[in-house]
């Protein structure tokens, strides 16, 4: 499968875009009781911190900026994954070792991303919409937190570095 530049810049740097707004959403759930907001409800080894983060929020009148945030996230995860996954197919397929090797790794990263975020994200609007934690899928969406990260950076800095190298040594794809 061939994909052009543009293509997967256009997904990679839109996700970006909404993950950018995504963060403004986010930033109002930040409050006393919840200094951290969203990631103090990513954290939440089980359905008790859970329930007092989303009751931090509930008395703060944010329980439906909460969701919105959320939905926002799903949206980031689905655009900016995709993003990652074409960059990976179009650096894949290159005559250029390095290209080819990069574009793997971006791959791999995305698809580790896509799948961890989901299910992460997944798991905390469950609990919001509800309004109840569960001990499993707080369990599951603070599990994901770390693998989640790093395959994020990974869809960050490699494909920047692949269209460096790109660049660079004007390799044909």
Known sequence: MSVSRKTFLFWWLGGLSIFAVS??????????????????????????????VQGAWRAAGLLGQARVAMVCDL?????????????????????????????????????????????????????????????FLAGLASSLGSVKVLSFLATLFVPALALFVERATRAPL
């Not at 963060?23 to 007092?52: C, E, F």
């Not at 090797?101 to 698809?111: D, K, T």
């Open 75 to 135: 949206v980031f995860i689905g655009v900016y994954g995709t993003g990652g996954v074409l960059a990976g197919l179009r650096y894949r397929g290159s005559e250029s070792r390095a290209l080819s090797g990069l574009g793997w790794v971006i791959l791999a990263s995305a698809v580790t991303f896509l799948i961890t975020d989901y299910l992460e994200t997944l798991a905390q609007l469950t609990q919001l919409m509800r309004f109840s934690g569960n001990d």
């Open 23 to 52: 963060i403004v959403l986010h930033a109002p759930l930040a409050i006393d009781a919840v200094p951290a907001g969203i990631l103090d409800h990513q954290a939440a080894p089980d359905a008790a911190r859970v329930d007092a």
